[in-house]
């Protein structure tokens, strides 16, 4: 599978810069005065200063949850998923909608968790326990 290339915007790059290398654990590419480019688990992820900027906090139903609609995130391994857990937990990271198993025992069980970024930036990292069940039904 090949990575992905997201570009968001942040209020504050030293801040999100601090917050993706720390707390998620990025590494770095190239970077300028207004970007920096950052390996999110294997994929390229770009945080871009936007001077002023606002994001527009909204949410959709789903499983008696409030899910933060845009977001973004990855689907990590089930082990990567539980270590990440543990990590975001030593950083006091306040979630949205708090680490948990859905559709447990079911197709598709899976382990979800959503939380913001400095700039409001919604991310939803999620695992299956069975992999090739991330498209069922």
């Given amino acids: 599978m090949q990575p992905f290339h997201l570009a968001v915007p942040v209020h504050d790059l030293a801040l999100a810069r601090q917050f993706y290398n720390d707390v998620i654990g990025c590494s770095e590419g190239r970077s300028d005065a207004r970007?920096?480019?950052?390996?999110?688990?294997?994929?390229?992820?770009?945080?871009?200063?936007?001077?002023g900027l606002r994001v527009q906090q909204s949410t959709n139903p789903v499983d008696n949850h409030d899910v933060p609609v845009p977001h973004f995130?990855?689907?990590?391994?089930?082990?990567?998923?539980?270590?990440f857990v543990e990590r975001l937990e030593?950083?006091?990271?306040?979630?949205?909608?708090?680490?948990?198993?859905?559709?447990q025992g079911q197709v598709g069980e899976q382990a979800t968790m959503f939380f913001l970024d400095p700039s409001g930036n919604a991310l939803e990292f999620k695992a299956f326990k069975d992999p090739s069940q991330l498209f069922a039904t």
């Fill in 35 to 51: 970007w920096v480019d950052l390996d999110l688990f294997g994929h390229q992820f770009v945080i871009h200063q936007q001077d």
């Fill in 73 to 83: 995130g990855v689907v990590l391994q089930w082990e990567q998923w539980h270590e």
């Fill in 90 to 103: 030593q950083h006091n990271i306040e979630f949205v909608i708090e680490p948990t198993i859905r559709f």
